[in-house]
């Protein structure tokens, strides 16, 4: 059974970085995909981003390219989303999420979630 805890949330500047982080128990975290999604309030949630579990690719939301990069670390079952230019639109939860496939499309597990709160 494998668990996802987000950390790293918190309040930003406009501008500013964050850098989050998911870490995995378990079960090994290259077996899956990971997703990055956020729900703002009154939001649908929404996809931010995919890297493959080799971390060979990654789809970013249009939104978030050149601003925010994903790595993952999966000898020590860690995957982390560094944020930079942080805008007040980027407010919201975080969640990271496993998919066994390629896709991030329908991912089976999820973290709980930390808050994201970007404003002066």
């Known amino acids: 059974q494998l668990q996802l805890v987000e950390s790293g949330g918190g309040l930003v500047q406009p501008g500013g970085s964050l850098r989050l982080s998911c870490a995995a128990s378990g079960y090994t975290l290259d077996y899956y995909a990971i997703g990055w999604f956020r729900q703002a309030p009154g939001e649908e949630r929404e996809a931010v981003l995919c890297?493959?579990?080799?971390?060979?690719?990654?789809n970013y939301k249009d939104s978030v390219k050149g601003r925010f990069t994903v790595f993952r670390d999966n000898a020590k079952n860690i995957a982390t989303l560094q944020m930079s230019s942080l805008k007040p639109e980027d407010t919201a939860v975080y969640y990271c999420?496993?998919?066994?496939?390629?896709?991030?499309?329908?991912?089976?597990?999820w973290g709980q979630g930390t808050q994201v709160t970007v404003s002066s």
């Open positions: 999420a496993a998919d066994p496939y390629y896709d991030c499309s329908d991912p089976i597990y």
């Open positions: 890297i493959s579990n080799g971390g060979r690719s990654t």
